[in-house]
């Protein structure tokens, strides 16, 4: 099911998702809808939390990027927890489907290791380069309570204020549902 995606300025985008129990009678659902609702707004990933779920759960599909060295991924992420992050930094102009219009060069690690059970809930441990180490950690802070904007200069950030005064409005279109 396709679900609205919350908008910046929600409380929820600001707090910490809480883990999923084994055996939780919720998640073949929630995965589904993070899915659709991911593929609806043509989005690359998509964190429970921005669908107003607060548990520790996302989806990632970068399985068409056009880079032949980078093996495509779809994947789905469960209480997920960062090893490693290399300390090669890369910029990316990146954006967010809860910041609609926004995108901005930022900085991350070029590479991630990560720990994270898989929709069936078996343990996998990965190491992931270039848009998916990116994805995954854009997505990852969503359940950690940040944003990419976090990342920008207090200057930069005090330049886009205006425009995430206008997000945080409703007063921002987007090509998908939304709430606040």
Not at 12 to 25: F, S, T
Not at 135 to 161: K, T
Request: net charge positive; aromatic share 8%.
């Amino acid at each position: 099911m396709i679900r609205p995606i919350v908008m910046y300025g929600s409380p929820i985008l600001r707090q910490k998702a809480l883990p999923v129990e084994p055996g939780d009678k919720r998640l073949p659902n929630l995965i589904q809808d993070l899915w659709d609702t991911m593929y609806n707004a043509q989005g690359i990933g998509l964190a429970a939390p921005q669908i107003g779920i607060l548990l520790r759960v996302f989806v990632i599909d970068v399985s068409g990027s056009k880079n032949p060295e980078e093996p495509p991924l779809r994947e789905v992420f469960i209480n997920p927890r960062l090893i490693a992050l290399e300390a090669q930094r890369t910029p990316y102009e990146e954006g967010c489907l809860s910041i609609p219009g926004l995108r901005e060069r930022i900085y991350r690690p070029s590479g991630v290791e990560i720990e994270y059970y898989d929709a069936n809930f078996r343990l996998k441990r990965g190491r992931f380069t270039g848009m998916a180490a990116r994805a995954i950690q854009h997505e990852y802070d969503h359940l950690e309570g940040r944003l990419f904007i976090d990342y920008l200069s207090p200057l930069r950030r005090q330049l886009l204020r205006a425009k995430l005064r206008e997000i945080a409005a409703g007063r921002v279109e987007a090509a998908y549902p939304t709430t606040l």
